[in-house]
Structure formats: structure tokens, C-alpha cells
């Protein structure tokens, strides 16, 4: 159990597959996929693969940090934790449940969405689904079961604040987010943690935990008919609720207006830099996301005239950059890796890049072509995996939408360098960015020195 912030996949077999192989090898999600929506409103979520003997069930609620004001930071992941030792009111119950059925479980929370999964023999697959169904009808919360758990995750906090790279990042972050770092903030901290009773995860289970706001999602070696029978008799006497989001809608996320710097000094041997931007939501400008993640994929590529210029030239050891789609704001995140002699030359030059990359030098047809057929083969193998396809259906269900997972390598086949000059014009050329640097104190002191000599940021 715990919180996540992105889900990846490697990058794996593409010199080794021609087109047409790529093609003949990846089965499509509209041909596996298999959907219904039950009269309560769950979503019902089959993707079938009798590759091997095995079935996930999860169930995702749209919850997560995005629903969180400021007195509730960390609520969400909190609350994952007490769900599953709520189960039929003993900590180790729903664990003994899962062994019975050969399973194992876990449970996530990210920015916009919260899943528990099960993962079994497919032949268990609709005792799984009892148990999930019995898991999110009918919690149980009590006092002795909050405190227990709360400690729990203030030592997951606790972990990882003490790793220097883990508080850069949530510190450039929280800056990022000004006012509402609070809907970023998986994770809380003791004092928002502190303040969380039994009261406020029950307002949470009655406002989120509906199935009209939820998607059981089954994928492995399993019957899409069964499977919907079996939904229908666990959850089709789950209560639909009303629409949590009308009565308190979520707040635009309060934008970026000048760049920041986050120096941290450390005694680190070497220098990470990690530099932050929002860029687009995926209901607002739902072109560009797809624009955001076929330029990463180029300029992460080791042949990329931005790796020749920042890592070739021996300025990094790496360097690497994404863009996460959400539907309230996404970030832009490039994160290097440098030494202590290189550090001020090396934030420089990406720096420079960053304000020159509108001309997107070296990002051809050909090049923008090699992306799109990468995507390809690690979509293909996501859909091979029956224990990493559930959980990312359940993020993309919450954020985007099922189906724009499903449209996904249409409309990345139509991205051309025009829509990647766009995405930079808009989100990252001359855009307020928030600078994080982790260094040696000397180093740190350096360079807060020369990014306020050069009128980079508004504070050091």
C-alpha cells in the first residue's frame, strides 16, 4: 500500500521489431476491451487475455489527492490504508481472504484516482470479486484503526523525507503549486495527518466511495460475460450517491506566475537539478497531451539533439524529462544529474535549451515517426501484462477517461512537428518555471548566487 505519481513503462524491443511485426504482435484494447455500466452507475471494465492463468480485479474511485482543501492533505492515502484493515473490523482479515483465494493485494493513491486490486488464479477470479465488493460496500472505521494506520503511513512519510532527492522534489512541487499544493500533496504531513478522524473518513467514504464514482476493472484470463454477471450480483446492490463534484467542484489549479528557485544543500556527492512547469489539463487542451508525451519521448532519446547538447557533451550524467496528463493540470518535470565542478555550466545550458527549444532542432518526420511505433510496442506490452494493465486503465478511467486509452495510438499517429512546437510555445518557452537544485553546500551556495545574478528567478 501506498501513493504513487506516475506509472511508466521501459522502453523495450523496438530496433528488433519492423512495422509490421509491431502491428501482427499488438492486439488492440477495442478488441480485448469489454464494457457495461451497471444501474448504480458502476463502470464495468474487461480486458480478456487467456495468455496466462491469471486475473487482476481492482477498483478504482475517483478520488485521490485532487479532492483534498487544505485541512485534508494526505486524506486520500490515508484513508486507503484504514479500508483495507476495516474489513470485516480485524487488520489481518482481508489479508487471511486473499491467501484463501491465492492472491495477492495492494492498494495506490495518486493525484486523481485511488485503486485496490487483488490478483489471483483466474479461476478464483469471482471469489475475488466478492471480496473486493465486500471490501468497498461496507467499511468499518474505528478509532484504534485510524491511530494504528496513521502511524503507518507517517513512517512512509517520514522514509521519505530523510532521501535528499525526495524532498527536492516535494519541495519544487509544493512551490509549483502555490495555493494548491494541497490537491497535489498525496501524501500529507504530520500535522495535516494529525487532523484526519473517524468523522472526516466517513464524510470521504459517503461523498467518494459510490459507484456511480467508481470502476471495477477486471483484466487477465477471464470471461467478459461472467465477469459482468458476477458485478452485477456483489455490487448491484452498492447505493449510487449524489455527483460529489457538483455540490463542491474541484477549483482551477492556481497558475505559475513567475519562476522560483528551491536550493537545497546537502551533503550529496553529486548535483541534481530538477526543473518544473504546468502544463496542460487534459479536458482544456486534450491535443496537447499527446503533444507533451511524443516530445519527451524525442528529446529523451539518447540520439536527441538535446542529449548530444546536455549529456554528450559531458554537462550530465543524465538527464530526463516528462509530462504527466491529469485532468486538473499536469506537470512538466526535467530532472539532470551533474557533478559539483559542472553544476552552474550544466543549469546553463538547460536553462538555454529550455528558452531556445521552440525551434526544436533535429525533431524530423523521420525522428517524430520512431516515437509513435515506441509508444506502439510499449502500449502492446503493457496489454500483455495482467498484473500492470488494471492499475493503469484505473488511472487513465479517473483522469482522462477510457477512452482516450483507447484512441491513444490513433491520435499519436497523427502528432506532427507542428503540434510539438505548439506544446513548447505553450507550456515551456518563456513560461514561469520553478528551478530545484540539490547540491553540497558550497555547490548550493554557488549557484542560489549565480541564478540571482542572472535575474533567473524571484527568490533563491
Excluded at 483466474?122 to 485510524?146: C, Q, T, W, Y
Excluded at 456511480?212 to 458485478?231: H, K, M, P, Q, Y
Excluded at 548530444?308 to 509530462?323: M, T
Excluded at 518535470?333 to 521552440?358: C, F, M, Y
Amino acid at each position: 500500500m501506498g501513493y504513487s505519481r506516475l506509472f511508466t513503462a521501459p522502453v523495450l524491443l523496438l530496433a528488433a521489431l519492423p512495422a509490421r511485426s509491431i502491428e501482427a504482435q499488438q492486439a488492440t484494447l477495442e478488441r480485448r476491451v469489454h464494457q457495461t455500466v451497471l444501474e448504480n452507475g458502476l463502470q464495468v471494465i474487461v480486458v480478456e487475455n487467456q495468455t496466462v492463468p491469471l486475473a487482476t480485479v481492482l477498483v478504482a474511485v475517483r478520488n485521490g489527492a485532487f479532492t483534498q482543501d487544505s485541512a485534508e492533505q494526505g486524506l486520500a492515502h490515508l484513508y486507503e490504508h484504514i479500508l483495507f484493515r476495516s474489513f470485516h473490523s480485524r487488520p489481518e482479515a482481508f489479508a487471511l481472504e486473499a491467501t484463501r483465494l491465492n492472491g495477492r493485494f495492494n492498494g495506490a493513491t495518486t493525484q486523481e484516482v485511488v485503486f485496490y486490486f487483488v490478483m489471483v488464479p483466474s479461476k478464483n477470479v469471482e471469489g475475488a470479486i466478492k471480496l473486493m465488493a465486500e471490501l468497498l460496500k461496507s467499511p468499518r472505521f474505528s478509532n484504534d484503526d485510524l491511530e494504528n494506520e496513521r502511524l503507518v503511513v507517517l513512517d512512509e512519510l517520514h522514509r521519505s523525507e530523510s532521501d535528499p532527492e525526495q524532498q527536492l522534489s516535494r519541495q519544487v512541487e509544493r512551490t509549483l503549486w502555490g495555493t494548491s499544493w494541497s490537491r497535489k500533496d498525496v501524501a500529507g504531513d504530520s500535522g495535516s495527518l494529525a487532523g484526519i478522524t473517524v468523522d472526516r473518513l466517513n464524510q470521504t467514504y459517503g461523498r467518494f466511495y459510490i459507484p456511480n464514482n467508481a470502476a471495477l476493472i477486471v483484466t487477465g484470463d477471464v470471461s467478459s460475460d461472467r465477469v459482468f454477471e458476477e458485478a452485477q450480483h456483489r455490487f448491484g446492490d452498492w447505493k449510487r450517491g449524489p455527483d460529489p463534484f457538483v455540490d463542491r467542484p474541484i477549483p482551477p489549479m492556481a497558475p505559475r506566475i513567475m519562476s522560483s528557485a528551491v536550493i537545497l544543500a546537502h551533503d550529496v556527492p553529486d548535483v541534481t537539478i530538477h526543473i518544473a512547469m504546468q502544463g496542460p489539463s487534459v479536458g482544456q487542451d486534450t491535443a496537447a497531451t499527446y503533444a507533451g508525451d511524443a516530445l519527451f519521448e524525442v528529446l529523451n532519446d539518447p540520439s536527441s539533439a538535446f542529449q548530444r547538447v546536455l549529456v554528450d557533451s559531458g554537462l550530465f550524467q543524465s538527464i530526463v524529462g516528462h509530462y504527466l496528463t491529469l485532468s486538473h493540470t499536469g506537470p512538466i518535470e526535467i530532472v539532470g544529474r551533474t557533478t559539483t565542478e559542472r553544476a552552474q555550466d550544466a543549469l546553463a545550458a538547460l536553462v538555454t535549451e529550455l528558452d531556445n527549444l521552440e525551434a526544436l532542432a533535429g525533431i524530423s518526420d523521420e525522428a517524430l515517426g520512431i516515437v509513435k511505433k515506441r509508444r506502439q510496442v510499449e502500449r502492446a506490452l503493457k496489454l500483455e501484462g495482467v498484473a500492470a494493465l488494471a492499475p493503469e486503465l484505473g488511472y487513465w478511467w479517473s483522469s482522462a477517461g477510457l477512452d482516450h486509452y483507447l484512441s491513444y495510438d490513433a491520435r499519436m499517429r497523427t502528432e506532427s512537428p507542428a503540434d510539438l512546437e505548439r506544446f513548447v510555445r505553450t507550456y515551456i518557452t518563456g513560461r514561469p518555471r520553478v528551478i530545484g537544485v540539490l547540491a553540497p553546500p558550497e555547490t548550493a551556495q554557488r549557484v542560489a548566487e549565480w541564478l540571482r545574478r542572472a535575474g533567473r528567478t524571484t527568490s533563491p
